[in-house]
């Protein structure tokens, strides 16, 4: 992925989330918060992919199209759960957060989810970019 494109998404997480929590965006706008829980893991995942995949790690974890969203969706799983738990100590310290059980438990989900895709999608792109077999990364990809 271009070094500029992987800024601007980093960027566009930072700023949904931030525009989130400093003008309390999150519970009065429609799916703000569903959105927003849903992209950040799928550029997180998709940036920490291509890092494996650059560092040689893909045969571990990226190695299988299943496996890649088997791995995606661990990695949106502790991200979401680091964050909800995040969320608990803000609320704890007074910050105005929602953070219900059941808002906490659909957010792990939509976290989990956004690994998955954000797993498939960079798995998808980098077997191209690397010219790698879509079933079996260390065979080259066959046209």
Do not use: K, Q
């Amino acid at each position: 992925m271009p070094r500029t494109w992987v800024v601007a998404l980093i960027v566009i997480c930072i700023v949904l989330n931030g525009a989130g929590f400093l003008w309390h965006l999150f519970e009065p706008v429609p799916l703000y918060d569903e959105i927003a829980h849903l992209l950040t893991p799928l550029v997180l995942v998709a940036v920490v992919a291509e890092v494996i995949y650059r560092n040689g790690g893909d045969e571990e974890f990226f190695d299988t199209p299943r496996h890649a969203i088997v791995t995606g969706s661990a990695i949106g799983l502790l991200g979401a759960a680091g964050w909800e738990g995040v969320e608990v100590v803000l609320s704890a310290m007074g910050v105005a957060i929602s953070n219900t059980l059941a808002d906490s438990l659909f957010d792990v989900f939509l976290g989990v989810v956004g690994g998955a895709a954000g797993a498939y999608i960079a798995d998808h792109f980098l077997d191209r970019l690397f010219g790698r077999s879509r079933t079996d990364s260390n065979r080259p990809r066959v046209r």
